[in-house]
């Protein structure tokens, strides 16, 4: 967040994204929100992918992972299976922020 908002003050944060100034404040010390990261990196016109990278939402290897299929009948049952154990891992990860 310091890098990309350079020497803006938590109020043009505020004034840019939407988000309280009294939650910016709190970033240092709990995580933010996933939809306040959505918003900053909107804000600052950076992919928010890269935003939820930084902030541990997900790793960088997950963010490059293919998507499943719409539909989860199209996929083979061990396909299926390790899609249910990779979103339950990135569950587990996000519970644990």
Do not use: C, N
């Not at 963010?63 to 990135?90: N, S, W, Y």
């Amino acid at each position: 967040m310091q890098r990309i908002a350079e020497t803006h003050s938590p109020s043009e944060i505020s004034r840019r994204t939407g988000i309280g100034q009294s939650s910016i404040g709190r970033w240092d010390s709990s995580s933010p929100k996933p939809e306040s990261v959505a918003a900053f990196a909107r804000a600052y016109g950076r992919p928010v992918v890269e935003a939820f990278i930084a902030a541990g939402f997900l790793t960088a290897e997950e963010a490059q992972a293919a998507p499943p299929p719409k539909d989860a009948a199209e996929l083979p049952t061990d396909d299926l299976a390790k899609e249910v154990h990779r979103l339950t891992g990135v569950l587990a990860r996000r519970l644990q922020v």
